[in-house]
Every structure is written in structure tokens, then in C-alpha cells.
């Protein structure tokens, strides 16, 4: 139901640039399997170039269960099994890179904890992943292009760029140039991060609502290829384009508060061939030619390289944000596309909509990156950015700029023709929902467009000149901004306005608006809102710790449950049923099997979890439930993964190999499980003299994993000969042993 507008895409070559099938930003989790995995005891594992079937679990597990064995061995079998660690320590990490875009989720679910991997060999270490702490610089760019668009995520600290790899998207708050500290799981140059709470700002730049008004000086760099010196448009073409109609363009949108003045400097030629596609190189050599011809870069807000078609799949690439910020431009030069790309420059994100089929809201809908088609940060070529995107750059509500009239008791209300200056209200805020976990909003934006300046287009449009254009907002995301149909029952786009005479109801937000008059100066809506009623939610259901808990086997892991109740206010107390799917055999138990919340409440209990002491090495995962009493259909899942380890690995050392009879030995007994030190474990140490005679004695292990057992000799009662030393090491009803010798003179 996406048929253009007129005058839409007017370039053949882009016209279908914001005409293409919603590409979703959210990164996929996958589900994970419930039966265990089985630690393999043999030492022989194929190289790494033969796992292609293996998966990332089985890795794991192969590299625990290898490097017990190899803290066991004794010295003539560690070069061997050193060299099987390595070959499957290789073969993980190149999995774990390859899933980072896709699966962030996995790479953090598998993730070795530190105690673990400062336990493998030394040369093993280069192939494991590291949890981090950096501090750096961010950069956010958005690749457009025909067949949709990329939002990417790079963070520089200590000289290196890092690609970042969300499980839930960060805040939109942040920009291009923020310096931040993140916390995630490092593979290669990739991070893996929970969410994007795991990015914090240290400092920002300047925000929307501050950053967006008067003068912006924009550095144009025309180039070309060393194999491609082609010249598609001329320098006084681009002049024009951008310090005459995009910066009009950006002046009448602003209200007359925002325009562009700056420089085009090129064409140059730059040692870089178009088969290749590398912004940074293009961006540098750029720079550097626009210098050498006198170009002040420091004097400028935002760089635009511009250059002949290459191999680059997008015809747009911009910062979102940024100071300066950047812009490159595939082949053509247009306001379609450089306004575009700027919008993302002052830190917007793209106009979306929801088709919900035959309802204007619904369950059942599906968005459209680009589908706004009243929005040229949507699908429209030349049109104003929506009532949303405005207030993000502080065009609308924001200090002398036109107001917002926010809806809160019913009546009826005059929205100002959307192009026009002055200081009555260019669109109406009504409340649609409250995000129950973070109490961010979601808003109905109303407008009313006229087919004046660059939103000349719309003229014999009677749909939208005689009605309001309705989007939705949140304030939790400047990406969920949705143009939606109030003609749901025509398969077009073209008409997506509510007509004088026409109602929309919410029956969840109870609220009826209805379009009473339009025309070419404004129009007037009627706003009407009834009691609240009961609308049913899915529950909000978290565990905690939700990272994997390393343990062994017949051990009780407590987690706490926190389930939230989402039903809307006019709903009344709902008793919340816990469930957990664990493996056969293991035992679950609930502090309180049922919560009662009202509406918007919340409350914890715990759960405590054990695995039979027969459980087997591996990866299992954990399930609770949620469920409303009341409604059992409305329910929440969530997941946590179990891993064991049962391993006790003793190795047992001599300080010398020999001592004479006036000396004191000193014996080291080191425990570990899965490679990491075990703190606290019991040790008995056995030593048996060359005469056969036995001499016991205990210690503890510390905080490194050791015991230590000396023994002063006697002339007398010490025989000469070797010495037999072994120590039985157990903690949690686990146990291992070890032993060494040395010789007595």
C-alpha cells in the first residue's frame, strides 16, 4: 500500500531509494535449546578448520573440559593438549565473529567468565574474548539505499575503532561524537553488548532542541577515482543545490530559524579506485585536497563528500549527529538526498509508517522504514519533516519557536496551517500509552498540511488539504515515529489524512478525535476523552543475575524473579502464577509461587534452582513463566542459562625437586575448576616417606586457589630416598587429586 505521491522521487535513478520494504534495526535473539551439552573427555579435537558443523556451545564446552585435563597432565602430555586447546580456542573465536552482527545475544550467552580464561595457557588467551570497559568516542552513521538502510554503531578508544553490536538498541539520545563508557564482550575489533543501557555518556554533544538553529557552515568536496574521473554534475550545480535549495528548504521548515552558507571546493582526484567502497579513505583524502587549496576545515559544521558512482551499495551515508558531522553523497546531488542526509546530521532518525490492514491501530502491523510519505526523511523527496521531528529539533515547543497545543481535557482545538510562520500552534500532542517499565510516553502528533512552499506538492491532494495528518511518537526512541492511515480501507498512501467530518477512536488511550473543518489556513479538531477502560497487557517478567552462572554440578543457584504488571489503570489487582521449565530431575522452587499487583506494580521473589549431582557438563537452560491468573493468555517469558562444570582439578608441585635432611619441604597444592582458582576448598595432604612411613596434614585454599604443606626433617627420623607428596582437594562435594615427588639426600 505504498503508492507515491506526486512528484515524489522525481530522479529515476532514486526513485526507489525510500520506496522499499521495512528493514528491522533490532538485532535477533535466538531461542535457546533446553538439552544439555556433553563435555568431550578426549584430548583429540579436530582442527579448527573441520568444526564447520560444530556450534559455538559445543566449542565452549570442548574448551573447558580440554584445559582440566591440561591443568592435570603432567608435563610430556601439555605440549599436545596445549595444541588441541589452540586449535579449538581458533576455531570459537572465528564463530563467535561471525554471529556478532546477527547474534550478539549468543556471543554474550557463551561468554567465558574471567576466571576461566586467565586459567587457559598463554598462547590460548589471544583467541578468547575479553569483557571490557572503554572509554572512547562514538560515531553513528546510517547507510541509505535502494534496497533500505543500516544503522551502525562505532566506537574509537585508544587509537582503535571497534563496531559495536547491540542486543537492544541504545538510546537515541546519543550522537556522533559523544564520548561514552561502555561495558561489553570483546571479540577481533567487534563488541557484543546487552543493551544499550550498557552505554553510558561521559559527555554529550550539543543536543537537538539547542544545536539546530541559525547559521550552518557546510564544506562541499567534489572528488573522483583514480580510475573514474567522471564528472556528473558541475561545482555551480552543487553550489546551488545546497546554499540555495536545501538550505531554503531548511529555512522554511525551521520557520526561518535554520539555514546553510559554506563552501564547495573540487572536483579532485584522490588515490582511491571506485571498485572499492571505503568512507574513511574518501573522507581523508577529501579533507586533505580541500586544505591544500586553501579550505579552513575548522570553520565548518558539517563535511559533504560528493563523488561519481562507485561500488558503495547506498546512495546517501550521513553521521547521525556530530561536530562536525559528515555526509557522503553517491552520484547524485539532490535536496532529496542531501536534506536527507543532513536531517540525520542534526540528529534525526527516519519517518516511518504502520499499515495495520483494515485498522488504523492494531496488533497486527507492519512499518515501513522510509514510509512516510510526507516527510523527507521518509519517502517524500521534497516535504517538510513531521510535527515529531520538528519538536526533536526544537523547530516546534521550543523556546520563540511556534507552539505545541498538548491535549489533556476535551474540546476543540485550532492547528495553524503546518508551513506557515507565526506563533499559533502548528499541531496538537494527545497522550496514546505510558510505558509501565520506564514511564516514557507515547504521543498522537495531529497537523495539518497546505499545499504551500515545499509542500507544494500536495496541491489536488484533497485527502491530506482537507483533513489532519496523525503520526505517533515516544519519547523513548526518536526511531519509533510512525505516520499511520486513517483511510485503512484504500490500498494507498496517498491519502492518509482523517477528513473533515471524520473520527479516529483509540478505545486503550480513550480518546475520539475527530477533524471538524480544514482549509488552507488550518484546521479544527475535536478532542474527546472517555473513562479509562480495562485493557489486558503481557506482563513484564526479568531474572537476575541474567548472565550464565559457571557452577558444579548439584549446586543451588538463587535468581531473583521481578514480574510487572501492565494493565492499563482502569483494570483491577491481577495474581501472577510462576512456573519454571528446568531439566527432568532438577529441582525448582519458588519463595512465592504467585505475585498480586495492581495495575503499573511490581514485585520480586526468588527462585532457587539445583541440578542433580549426576548432571552432566554443558550448557542448560532455564524458563519461567508468567502468567495472569485472571487471563492466562497474557503471559511473559524470559531465560537463563545454567552451566556446569565438574571438573576439580589438583595439580600438586614441589618447591625443589630435592632437599636435604637440615631443610624444610614446601609443597603447593593448586585447585581449579573449569580453570579458574577455587577459593576455600578443603586439602588434605598425604606424604609418604621413603620408608613407607605416612605423614598427614590439612590447609585451605586461599583466594588464588592454593594450600601449602611443609615439613621440617629430622636426621634422625627421616630416611634419605624419595618422597611421595599427594593432596586430595574438595568443595561442594566435589573432589580431585593430584601428587608429586622428591628426593630426600
Same mark, same amino acid.
Given at each position: 500500500m505504498n503508492i507515491p505521491v506526486p512528484g515524489i522521487r522525481s530522479r529515476k535513478h532514486f526513485s526507489y531509494l525510500f520506496r522499499v520494504l521495512p528493514l528491522c534495526l533490532c538485532l535477533i535473539l535466538t531461542s535457546l535449546s533446553s538439552p544439555s551439552r556433553t563435555f568431550r573427555s578426549s584430548a583429540q579435537i579436530p582442527p579448527a578448520q573441520s568444526s564447520q558443523g560444530t556450534t559455538v556451545r559445543d566449542l565452549t564446552s570442548t574448551l573447558v573440559a580440554l584445559n582440566t585435563r591440561y591443568q592435570l597432565a603432567d608435563l610430556s602430555e601439555r605440549d599436545e593438549l596445549r595444541?588441541?586447546?589452540?586449535?579449538?580456542?581458533?576455531?570459537?573465536?572465528?564463530?563467535?565473529?561471525?554471529?556478532?552482527?546477527?547474534?550478539?545475544?549468543?556471543?554474550?550467552?557463551?561468554?567465558?567468565?574471567q576466571s576461566i580464561r586467565t586459567g587457559m595457557p598463554e598462547e590460548v588467551r589471544r583467541y578468547l574474548e575479553q569483557e571490557v570497559r572503554l572509554e572512547g568516542e562514538l560515531e553513528i552513521l546510517y547507510e541509505d539505499s535502494r534496497q533500505g538502510s543500516r544503522l551502525l554503531y562505532y566506537l574509537t578508544a585508544a587509537g582503535k575503532k571497534l563496531s559495536l553490536h547491540f542486543v537492544s538498541p541504545p538510546s537515541t539520545r546519543l550522537q556522533t561524537g559523544d564520548r561514552v563508557r561502555i561495558n561489553g564482550v570483546q571479540v577481533g575489533e567487534a563488541l557484543a553488548l546487552d543493551s544499550g543501557n550498557n552505554v553510558t555518556s561521559v559527555s554529550s554533544v550539543v543536543r537537538v532542541n539547542t544545536n539546530t538553529f541559525g547559521e550552518h557552515k557546510v564544506l562541499v568536496i567534489l572528488v573522483n577515482f583514480q580510475d573514474k574521473q567522471t564528472q556528473p554534475f558541475t561545482v555551480e550545480s552543487a553550489r546551488n543545490v545546497i546554499f540555495g535549495t536545501t538550505s531554503n528548504f531548511f529555512r522554511e521548515a525551521s520557520y526561518g530559524q535554520t539555514w546553510l552558507t559554506g563552501d564547495v571546493y573540487g572536483w579532485f582526484t584522490i588515490p582511491v579506485s571506485y571498485t572499492t567502497c571505503d568512507t574513511t579513505a574518501i573522507a581523508n583524502y577529501a579533507k586533505q585536497a580541500a586544505a591544500a587549496a586553501g579550505a579552513n576545515l575548522s570553520a565548518y559544521n558539517h563535511y559533504v563528500y560528493a563523488f561519481p558512482s562507485n561500488t558503495c551499495s547506498w546512495t546517501g551515508h550521513g553521521t547521525v549527529g556530530g561536530n562536525p558531522s559528515e555526509v557522503w553523497i553517491n552520484d547524485w546531488f539532490e535536496l532529496?538526498?542531501?536534506?536527507?542526509?543532513?536531517?540525520?546530521?542534526?540528529?534525526?532518525?527516519?519517518?516511518?509508517?504502520?499499515?495495520? &490492514? @483494515?485498522?488504523?491501530?492494531?496488533?497486527?502491523?507492519? $512499518?515501513?522504514?522510509?514510509?512516510?510519505? !510526507?516527510? *523527507?526523511?521518509?519517502?517524500?523527496?521534497?516535504?517538510?519533516?513531521?510535527?515529531?521531528?520538528?519538536?526533536?529539533?526544537?523547530?516546534?515547543?521550543?523556546?520563540?519557536?511556534?507552539?505545541?497545543?498538548?491535549?489533556?481535557?476535551? &474540546? @476543540?482545538?485550532?492547528?495553524?496551517?503546518?508551513?506557515? $510562520?507565526?506563533?499559533?500552534?502548528?499541531? !496538537?500532542? *494527545?497522550?496514546?500509552?505510558?510505558?509501565?517499565?520506564?514511564?516514557?510516553?507515547?504521543?498522537?502528533?495531529?497537523?495539518?498540511r497546505s499545499a504551500s512552499g515545499f509542500d507544494s506538492f500536495l496541491s489536488g491532494n484533497s485527502n491530506v488539504l482537507n483533513g489532519v495528518v496523525v503520526h505517533t511518537g515516544s519519547e523513548a526512541s526518536g526511531q519509533e515515529i510512525y505516520l499511520l492511515d486513517l483511510t485503512p480501507a484504500t490500498a494507498s498512501w496517498y491519502d492518509p489524512a482523517l477528513v473533515a467530518g471524520q473520527s479516529f477512536s483509540d478505545s486503550a488511550a480513550g480518546v475520539t478525535i475527530t477533524t471538524v473543518s480544514a482549509d488552507s489556513t488550518g484546521a479544527m479538531v475535536n478532542v474527546s476523552f472517555a473513562p479509562q477502560p480495562c485493557t489486558r497487557a503481557n506482563p513484564t517478567l526479568t531474572l537476575s543475575p541474567s548472565q550464565s552462572q559457571w557452577v558444579t554440578a548439584g549446586t543451588t543457584v538463587s535468581y531473583t524473579i521481578t514480574v510487572r504488571n501492565n494493565d492499563s489503570s482502569g483494570c483491577a489487582s491481577s495474581s501472577f502464577n510462576l512456573q519454571a521449565n528446568v531439566p527432568s530431575g532438577w529441582a525448582a522452587t519458588f519463595a512465592a509461587p504467585s505475585l498480586i499487583l495492581s495495575p503499573g506494580g511490581s514485585a520480586s521473589t526468588t527462585l532457587q534452582v539445583t541440578s542433580p549431582a549426576w548432571a552432566t557438563d554443558g550448557f542448560y537452560n532455564l524458563g519461567v513463566t508468567a502468567a495472569n491468573s485472571s487471563v492466562a493468555a497474557y503471559t511473559a517469558t524470559s531465560s537463563v542459562t545454567y552451566v556446569i562444570v565438574s571438573s576439580l582439578g589438583v595439580t600438586v608441585s614441589s618447591e625443589s625437586p630435592s632437599y636435604t635432611r637440615n631443610q624444610t619441604a614446601s609443597v603447593t597444592a593448586s585447585v581449579r575448576a573449569g580453570g579458574s582458582p577455587v577459593s576455600g576448598a578443603s586439602v588434605a595432604f598425604t606424604m609418604t616417606r621413603s620408608d613407607g612411613a605416612v605423614v598427614t596434614s590439612t590447609a585451605s585454599t586461599g583466594a588464588n586457589g592454593t594450600a601449602v604443606f611443609r615439613y621440617s626433617f629430622n636426621r634422625k627420623r627421616d630416611p634419605t630416598g624419595t618422597y611421595q607428596v599427594r593432596a586430595v582437594a574438595s568443595v561442594n562435594g566435589l573432589s580431585g587429586s593430584g601428587q608429586t615427588s622428591f628426593v630426600v639426600k
Open positions: 595444541e588441541n586447546i589452540r586449535q579449538v580456542a581458533a576455531a570459537r573465536q572465528q564463530k563467535l565473529a561471525a554471529m556478532m552482527e546477527n547474534n550478539p545475544a549468543e556471543v554474550l550467552r557463551v561468554a567465558l567468565p532529496g538526498i542531501v536534506g536527507h542526509e543532513l536531517g540525520h546530521n542534526f540528529g534525526l532518525y527516519h519517518s516511518r509508517s504502520m499499515d495495520c &490492514g @483494515s485498522a488504523v491501530i492494531g496488533g497486527n502491523c507492519t $512499518t515501513d522504514e522510509y514510509g512516510d510519505t !510526507l516527510d *523527507i526523511m521518509g519517502d517524500a523527496d521534497v516535504a517538510h519533516f513531521n510535527l515529531f521531528q520538528k519538536e526533536r529539533l526544537g523547530w516546534v515547543n521550543y523556546g520563540s519557536s511556534p507552539p505545541i497545543t498538548t491535549v489533556t481535557s476535551s &474540546g @476543540s482545538y485550532w492547528v495553524d496551517a503546518y508551513e506557515q $510562520t507565526g506563533s499559533t500552534a502548528k499541531g !496538537l500532542k *494527545i497522550l496514546k500509552s505510558t510505558d509501565p517499565a520506564t514511564g516514557k510516553k507515547t504521543w498522537y502528533y495531529i497537523e495539518h
